[in-house]
C-alpha cells in the first residue's frame, strides 16, 4: 500500500469500490474525493476536540506530503525566485495549520487555515504557470492540482468543523 491516501488495491483512478458509505450505504463506486468527503467529514467532528498534537490533522499531513513532493519536483531548477516562491508557499500550508492550531481557539485557528487553504490554492496557480514555462509536463500539472485540490478540501473541511465548534 502507497504511503499516501492508503492507495493501494483497492483503489483505482475511477474510483473506491466496496466502501462502506454514508448511514451504511453500501457504495459500489465512489470517487476518491467524495471517499475523503465522507471520511474527513467523520473525522473531523468525531475526534476535532480531541486532537492535541498539529501532526495528528490529517490536512497537515497532506500538506506536508505535497511540500515535499513540490520541493523534490523543483529542487534542480535553475530559476531560483520561481523555486523559491513555489516552496514557500508548499510551506506555508503546514505552518499555517501548526501555527494557527497552537493559538488554542477556534477563531485563531479558522484565521489560519484561511491561510493555508489560499497558500494551497497559490501552489495550484504555480503549476499552472510552471506548465506554461515547461517546467511542468501535462501528467506532472495534472497530479500537482490533484494533490492540491486535495488538500484545499481537507483545510476547507477543517475549517467548517473549526467554526461550527464553540470556543
Known amino acids: 500500500m502507497d504511503r499516501k491516501w492508503g492507495r493501494g488495491n483497492s483503489a483505482s483512478s475511477e474510483g473506491i469500490k466496496g466502501v462502506e458509505g454514508v448511514e451504511g450505504q453500501n457504495v459500489e463506486k465512489v470517487s476518491k474525493l467524495q471517499f475523503f468527503y465522507y471520511v474527513y ?5 468525531k475526534t476535532m476536540g480531541n486532537i492535541e498534537r498539529f501532526e495528528d490533522i490529517i490536512a497537515w499531513q497532506a500538506g506536508r506530503i ?6 523534490r519536483e523543483f529542487e534542480h531548477l535553475k530559476d531560483f525566485d520561481f ?10 500550508i503546514t505552518n499555517n495549520i501548526s501555527e494557527g492550531f ?19 490554492n ?4 504555480m503549476c499552472y504557470l510552471a506548465f ?11 497530479y500537482f492540482k ?11 473541511r477543517l475549517r467548517e468543523g473549526v467554526e461550527r465548534k464553540p470556543g
Open 41 to 45: 467529514n467523520d473525522l473531523i467532528f
Open 66 to 71: 505535497l511540500g515535499v513532493e513540490l520541493y
Open 83 to 92: 523555486r523559491s516562491q513555489m516552496r514557500k508557499a508548499a510551506i506555508s
Open 102 to 120: 497552537a493559538y488554542g481557539r477556534s477563531k485563531d485557528f479558522s484565521r489560519f487555515l484561511r491561510y493555508a487553504y489560499g497558500s494551497a
Open 122 to 125: 497559490e501552489v495550484k496557480s
Open 132 to 142: 506554461d514555462i515547461g517546467y511542468l509536463n501535462e501528467n506532472k500539472l495534472n
Open 146 to 156: 490533484s494533490e492540491c485540490d486535495r488538500v484545499s478540501f481537507l483545510i476547507r
